[in-house]
């Protein structure tokens, strides 16, 4: 036991965030001494689609012994939201005992011993913090092999699968506190001190060898000014909800109602029909549940029968949303929800939540737009676009009563990507055109403003 504390505090002092950290105040750090070390190395293992968090769980474990690196090397006053999160945890009893049984209830087994170099995986929320203190400040660099473009949810990869995880990511209480810590951290992404991973660094950069081999035709495809400093973005954000030029996602059959555009440069993940009033939107099956997913508002009623189609967006993705009828915009809303939360049927899902998709419709930070289509074999169609762990911020730039056509701009993700639905009445027969594959977490992108569906008469 004293052998295995010794090593404890060796690794926390080399990291920056045991004894000796004066950067964070002193309740952030108190119990990382207590820092479990598990035992042998294990073989990296595949995990994570979408391809926000590394391919395989050497990357991962590599990127995060690089965060507490640099967290040493670049100690940080501790951010206020933070810090307000951190009081939360330590002086509400249920927070507090459902934060220590996400780390307690990591299993203690092969597959969530230490990392390849021999780093305790993260088991303590004092280090959590102090390495989400440090990630606010950092922007996405690329890689090839692992982009992590979740790195809160790198953070808590293993704690959000746990028991304790399905409890605490549900809590108001909590998710409101996250809440400020994501906004912080999107501030910092639309400044022009994160564009200094918008370089040419062959490995690391946005528009180095391997990023552009990754998105070829960049320069092409999106406005940008290869002669500008930072292609002419001014901040990480801007860079993220680039636009495409002109002429590179035309919008297929625009003077025909009955044709159904892609609302987002996504992949198909499920269609769904007859879709119920209620259910148990929680099983391995994720049923879609209308009155939670509108958050109760009693416009669900004229979605109960209906159809459900929800794809998902990945890193490389294009970010912004565009209307998929001619119409009329009637209502648009937000919804508060999770963050990290992951249905518990799945089991301990190291893919967490991408395994959740379904589920997160209910229960995710989430908005919704009504648009009431031209077409009346259409008619009032809905719009809900998902944030999954800390890509939450669902922005509709549109307002109540704007006209809007077929593959007009109407909003966007910031800093990230997620999953969305098109929600359509019972009785609207639809014809979906998903370029020969079956929806699920191995389908590619249909592009953004191509046919998605037609109307069936």
């Not at 967290?71 to 009081?87: D, G, S, T, Y």
């Not at 102090?130 to 890689?143: G, K, R, S, Y």
Request: proline letters at 8%; glycine letters at 8%; hydrophobic letters at 40%.
């Amino acid at each position: 036991m004293g052998a295995h504390k010794a090593s404890r505090r060796r690794f926390l002092q080399q990291a920056g965030i045991g004894i000796g950290s004066a950067a964070v105040a002193s309740p952030l750090v108190a119990e990382a001494a207590a820092l479990p070390v598990f035992g042998p190395t294990v073989p990296a293992q595949p995990y994570r689609v979408g391809q926000w968090l590394p391919s395989d769980a050497a990357k991962l474990d590599q990127w995060m012994a690089k965060t507490i690196r640099a967290a040493r090397a670049n100690p940080k006053p501790i951010h206020p939201a933070v810090e307000e999160l951190r009081w939360l945890i330590e002086t509400d009893p249920e927070i507090y005992m459902h934060v220590h049984q996400i780390f307690d209830g990591l299993p203690r087994t092969a597959k969530f011993q230490n990392d390849p170099k021999g780093d305790p995986q993260v088991v303590d929320y004092p280090v959590a913090l102090q390495l989400i203190n440090h990630v606010l400040t950092t922007a996405p660099e690329f890689d090839q092999t692992g982009l992590v473009g979740f790195p809160i949810n790198a953070i808590l990869n293993w704690p959000m699968g746990t028991p304790g995880g399905f409890v605490l990511f549900l809590n108001d209480r909590f998710n409101a506190k996250m809440k400020n810590v994501l906004n912080a951290w999107g501030e910092f992404l639309m400044t022009p001190e994160s564009t200094y991973v918008l370089n040419d660094d062959p490995t690391a950069g946005w528009f180095g060898r391997d990023a552009m081999a990754a998105m070829p035709g960049f320069v092409d495809d999106f406005v940008c000014d290869p002669g500008l400093p930072h292609h002419g973005f001014r901040s990480w954000d801007d860079f993220f909800v680039r636009h495409y030029r002109e002429g590179r996602r035309p919008v297929e059959a625009p003077d025909d109602p009955d044709v159904i555009a892609n609302a987002c440069e996504s992949a198909p993940y499920r269609l769904e029909r007859d879709v119920a009033a209620q259910d148990k939107f929680w099983l391995k099956s994720q049923p879609y549940s209308l009155v939670h997913m509108f958050g109760a508002d009693p416009v669900y009623e004229e979605f109960v029968g209906g159809t459900v189609y929800q794809a998902f967006l990945s890193a490389l993705s294009y970010h912004r949303w565009h209307s998929p009828v001619d119409g009329t915009v009637e209502r648009v809303w937000n919804i508060d929800g999770s963050y990290y939360s992951q249905t518990p049927a799945v089991g301990f899902d190291p893919e967490a939540p991408n395994q959740s998709q379904g589920y997160l419709t209910e229960v995710a930070a989430r908005a919704v737009a009504l648009i009431r289509a031209d077409n009346p074999a259409i008619g009032l169609m809905a719009m809900i676009t998902v944030g999954m762990a800390e890509v939450s911020s669902c922005d509709f730039t549109v307002v109540p009563g704007q006209r809007v056509s077929k593959g007009e701009d109407i909003g966007m993700f910031h800093f990230g990507g997620s999953t969305h639905c098109l929600v359509f009445r019972p009785g609207v027969n639809l014809e979906f055109d998903l370029r020969g594959q079956e929806p699920g977490l191995n389908a590619h992108n249909i592009p953004v403003r191509s046919a998605l569906a037609r109307v069936s008469r």
